[in-house]
């Protein structure tokens, strides 16, 4: 089974630092986009950053400047920066996938979905 799991995620002041981690594991054949979400309590999710196979990468507006996405292909994990912390960053990061995963002689493409780290900014 093919999955994502997550983690880096805690409490830090306003203005800190945090990197966020997410690997995926199982049967895969190749990894196109990796990505983040994110939740606050009582919100919708929001797509905060992408990154493509190829390297393209998207920020959410809310973000740019203070966030970076990557990935390191060789561990197929994707990760998020995310510097000069805001109290309105506080969320649940979800990471997010599609992928192509190997199923006996043939592949399927899949989007999944990691298990969520909370971040939390506050003093």
């Known amino acids: 089974q093919v999955q994502l799991v997550e983690s880096g995620g805690g409490l830090v002041q306003p203005g800190g630092s945090l990197r966020l981690s997410c690997a995926a594991s199982?049967?895969?054949?190749?990894?196109?986009?990796m990505g983040w979400y994110r939740q606050a309590p009582g919100e919708q999710r929001e797509l905060v950053a992408t990154i493509t196979s190829a390297g393209s990468r998207s920020l959410v507006s809310s973000v740019t400047g203070r966030f970076t996405i990557s990935r390191d292909n060789t561990q197929n994990t994707v990760y998020l920066q995310m510097n000069s912390l805001k109290p309105e960053d506080t969320a649940v990061y979800y990471c997010n996938a599609d992928l192509w995963e190997i199923v006996a002689r043939t592949q399927r493409y899949l989007e999944i979905w990691g298990q969520g780290t909370l971040v939390t900014v506050s003093s």
């Open positions: 199982g049967s895969i054949f190749s990894i196109n986009t």
